[in-house]
């Protein structure tokens, strides 16, 4: 139960990052992203294809980049109102907060 709420939670905050204008979305855009340090969360979903998983996976362990790969395209897609499969947040408050919800879903055994 405390579980679905802290994910409710998470896609509710990725909502609202989109509407604030704090995402980044597109392989291409989110990999520049990345290089130049703008880029301080990623979400990229759980069935993503592995070549694409492993690339943004290891991008993100390079620079040190906070990750969570629990939710699926579907709920992704739902919370932003978008197709996509993977999201850069480009927003140091917006990152924190996702962070802070993917440990504490990590600590309830998630």
């Not at 204008?21 to 990229?44: A, Q, R, W």
């Not at 996976?57 to 790969?69: H, R, S």
């Amino acid at each position: 139960m405390k579980n679905n709420i802290l994910d409710q939670k998470f896609l509710n905050l990725i909502g609202i990052a989109k509407r604030a204008g704090k995402i980044v979305t597109g392989e291409d855009i989110i990999l520049n992203s990345i290089k130049k340090n703008k880029v301080h969360f990623l979400l990229i979903a759980s069935d993503t294809g592995s070549s694409v998983y492993k690339k943004f996976n290891d991008k993100a362990k390079f620079y040190n980049i906070p990750t969570n790969c629990k939710f699926n395209k579907s709920q992704i897609s739902d919370a932003i109102g978008m197709k996509r499969t993977i999201l850069g947040i480009d927003d140091l408050g917006f990152s924190k907060k996702l962070s802070e919800l993917t440990m504490q879903n990590n600590e309830k055994g998630t």
